[in-house]
């Protein structure tokens, strides 16, 4: 199983930037989302979306400026992303997982290779 992501790239603050990520393969997941790691931070959570009930969650620094979405019958999900900020620069996976735990990175089971974004103020 592989997450293949797409979107990223280089903006200035508060414009929008679309996230994309689809699975090859066939795999199990309770929820797919995202999470970003800024230069010499831990990877934190960002965004997930819930299969049962399309449920999302988002972490309290993009509430109201990400907007999570997607389809289990395709696996994929994507982030729109809106009044971007230059502390919204990181690297962002897209990540899936078959736990109940949504925010906790060691609960995921597959990961994407990142995609860049970057936020210029």
């Known amino acids: 199983v592989e997450l293949v992501e797409s979107g990223g790239g280089l903006v200035q603050a508060g414009e929008s930037l679309r996230l994309s990520c689809a699975a090859t393969?066939?795999?199990?997941?309770?929820?797919m989302g995202w999470f970003r790691q800024a230069p010499g931070k831990e990877r934190e959570f960002v965004a997930a979306?819930?299969?049962?009930?399309?449920?999302?969650d988002y972490a309290d620094s993009v509430k109201g400026r990400f907007t999570v979405s997607g389809a289990a019958a395709t696996n994929a999900v994507y982030l729109q992303m809106s009044s971007l900020k230059s502390e919204d620069t990181a690297v962002y996976y897209c990540?899936?997982?078959?736990?109940?735990?949504?925010?906790?990175?060691?609960?995921?089971?597959?990961w994407g290779q990142g995609t860049q974004v970057t936020v210029s103020s």
């Open positions: 393969g066939r795999t199990y997941s309770r929820w």
């Open positions: 979306l819930k299969w049962n009930g399309a449920i999302t």
């Open positions: 990540a899936a997982s078959s736990s109940w735990a949504v925010s906790d990175s060691s609960r995921v089971d597959y």
